[in-house]
Nanobody, 130 residues
Framework: QLQLTESGGRLVQAGDSLRLSCAAS????????FGWFRQAPGQERLFVAA???????YYENSVSGRFTISRDDANNIVHLQMTALKPEDTAVYLC????????????????????????WGQGTQVTVSS
């Protein structure tokens, strides 16, 4: 398993941009797929974006075109670039790693499934004011 630490969350205004980072420690970073999820107060945790080993990306419909997930295997870090932020984007954003030893084709059907991610960070708060 990896240890994950998110950073970059803060209070911003609607329309602003923000970049979240997820730093990983542990072995074999490049063997993992990564996902970003978010959880608003009193609500369930929801999928936001994911990236596989070859850089293939997946997005939840409401963030597609506004958010970009990327991975830097040389530095063991995953980013979530967020643009055109909206008040409804307000949540705690969590990074997750998992699906090691799986194929890209398998991940393409499972990237939203939280059970497949075996490492989670503590989260970083993003607050978007209107």
């Amino acid at each position: 398993q990896l240890q994950l630490t998110e950073s970059g969350g803060r209070l911003v205004q609607a329309g602003d941009s923000l970049r979240l980072s997820c730093a990983a420690s542990g072995r074999s970073f490049d063997a993992y797929a990564f996902g970003w999820f978010r959880q608003a107060p009193g609500q369930e945790r929801l999928f936001v974006a994911a990236i596989g080993w070859t850089g293939i990306t997946y997005y939840e419909n409401s963030v597609s075109g506004r958010f970009t997930i990327s991975r830097d295997d040389a530095n063991n870090i995953v980013h979530l670039q967020m643009t055109a932020l909206k008040p409804e984007d307000t949540a705690v954003y969590l990074c997750a790693a998992g699906y090691s030893s799986r194929s890209e084709s398998y991940y393409s059907t499972r990237y939203k499934v939280m059970d497949g991610y075996d490492s989670w960070g503590q989260g970083t708060q993003v607050t978007v004011s209107s």
